[in-house]
């Protein structure tokens, strides 16, 4: 049985905790439909998603173990949010093959400079992988929407955000520093202590945004208060 008819069939049940763990660690068998699935399939995935509450979705968070420190490529990069996580899949979709970093940054951003639009689109282009939205190969690189991508297009950034909040608490920066948060005061230094200071510094509105975009209105959000944002340099 799919991954998600299951979990349906395990829906408020002692069981269901299992389902949404694998949710949040990236089994394969969770992630799948978001490749290769057809509408039916990709519209069942997302309602059972979206009936989980965010601080549902945390308090399992608050059950798991994050021993491991961050690493510098689960620190996000971007410019602008909205780009990655709406922009990328729209533009994608007139390129069903794929397309380049530096084409993309360049609808991005409208970059004279090659570099800044390579960087752009690739950075961009890591964000929106991250939920799902888009597939990268390298060598050379090129981005193509998923299956999800493709669906979600056709919706409003405010009918998709729910999905995406969801899709977002997936990353393992995103689980430890909230995770960490619920026990108190931390600090996002300490937390990212594998970058260098001027790294931590630019990433530091990077991971604000990212997190604000998951907890904001939640009965989780008073743990963005927990987090000491100073880096001294």
């Known amino acids: 049985m799919p991954f998600y008819e299951e979990w349906i069939e395990n829906k408020n049940t002692e069981t269901e905790k299992r389902f949404i763990e694998y949710f949040l660690k990236?089994?394969?068998?969770?992630?799948?439909?978001?490749?290769?699935?057809?509408?039916?399939e990709i519209g069942t995935a997302i309602s059972v998603i979206n009936s989980v509450s965010i601080e549902r979705y945390v308090e399992v968070i608050d059950t798991m173990t994050y021993d491991v420190q961050i690493e510098a490529a689960q620190v996000p990069q971007f410019s602008d949010f909205g780009d990655a996580i709406y922009r990328v899949p729209e533009l994608l979709e007139f390129v069903p093959k794929g397309t380049s970093f530096e084409k993309l940054g360049y609808q991005l951003v409208k970059s004279p400079t090659e570099g800044a639009g390579i960087k752009y689109g690739e950075n961009h282009s890591k964000l929106a992988s991250t939920m799902e939205l888009v597939e990268?190969?390298?060598?050379?690189?090129?981005?193509?929407?998923?299956?999800?991508?493709?669906?979600?297009?056709?919706?409003?950034?405010?009918?998709?955000?729910?999905?995406?909040?969801?899709?977002?608490?997936?990353?393992?920066?995103?689980?430890?520093?909230?995770?960490?948060?619920?026990?108190?005061?931390?600090?996002?230094?300490?937390?990212?202590?594998?970058?260098?200071?001027?790294?931590?510094?630019?990433?530091?509105?990077?991971?604000?945004?990212?997190?604000?975009?998951?907890?904001?209105?939640?009965?989780?959000?008073?743990?963005?208060?927990?987090?000491?944002?100073?880096?001294?340099?």
């Open 26 to 40: 990236l089994v394969p068998e969770s992630t799948e439909v978001f490749h290769k699935g057809d509408d039916a």
């Open 136 to 233: 990268i190969t390298k060598r050379p690189s090129n981005v193509m929407s998923t299956a999800l991508g493709k669906y979600l297009v056709r919706f409003m950034p405010d009918e998709k955000r729910d999905l995406l909040r969801r899709l977002a608490l997936r990353q393992y920066m995103a689980q430890k520093i909230i995770h960490d948060a619920g026990c108190g005061i931390i600090s996002y230094r300490e937390e990212v202590n594998h970058l260098s200071v001027t790294t931590a510094v630019r990433r530091r509105n990077n991971v604000r945004v990212y997190l604000e975009f998951i907890l904001k209105d939640t009965q989780c959000e008073k743990r963005l208060s927990n987090i000491e944002w100073q880096v001294k340099e």
